[in-house]
């Protein structure tokens, strides 16, 4: 799916089930990012095509850069950073669609949270499965078990069609509707 639907997702998803207002800000921008981190596999994802246009080649390393800090200001362990390196140049090598979106890659995303801060556990479960799930509803389908080839899906939806277009206007449409009833 589009990056701008998977965000509208994890956003709306996030909102709901977010009770502490101190909390959203942080929750909202963790589940956005990781809502958009399974695609920094392919070179046209909202998130790669946003970093080449400040970073050019140099989005790997700022994507990296984005480690240190979260690094730096305790949000990532010692071996979370260093699992996010691993993941990030497993992602790298590997093809679209690849390790980021099979059971290898989110394994590896779930023990970054549980060896780094608690505050982002939550709001980048929802980012990531979000993704995941939605990509498992396009005619492409996810390769579980990737390395081996097979891909799973359930085809309804295809990328960049109409409804693809559609669902991310709902959900975001959904998720002020949430900001408003909860928090305003
Ligand atoms: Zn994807």
């Not at 939605?134 to 080839?149: E, F, H, K, Q, V």
């Amino acid at each position: 799916m589009l990056g701008r639907t998977h965000t509208a997702i994890a956003l709306a998803a996030t909102a709901a089930v977010i009770k502490d207002p101190v909390q959203l800000p942080l929750s909202l921008t963790i589940a956005a990012a990781s809502s958009l981190l399974p695609d920094i596999d392919t070179p046209d994802s909202m998130l790669r095509h946003q970093l080449n246009k400040y970073t050019g080649i140099l989005t790997f390393p700022a994507l990296i850069t984005a480690g240190y800090f979260l690094f730096k200001y305790k949000y990532f362990s010692l071996p979370g950073l260093i699992l996010y390196l691993i993941y990030l140049v497993l992602a790298f090598i590997g093809p679209h669609r690849g390790f980021t979106h099979s059971l290898a890659g989110f394994s590896i995303f779930i023990i970054i949270l549980f060896v780094s801060d608690k505050a982002i556990i939550l709001p980048a479960i929802i980012g990531y499965c979000t993704h995941l799930a939605a990509d498992l509803l396009t005619s492409s389908g996810i390769p579980l078990l990737y390395p081996y080839n097979k891909s799973f899906k359930i085809p309804l939806v295809r990328t960049g069609s109409l409804l693809d277009i559609l669902i991310g206007l709902a959900f975001g449409l959904m998720f002020m509707a949430i900001l408003f009833q909860k928090f305003i």
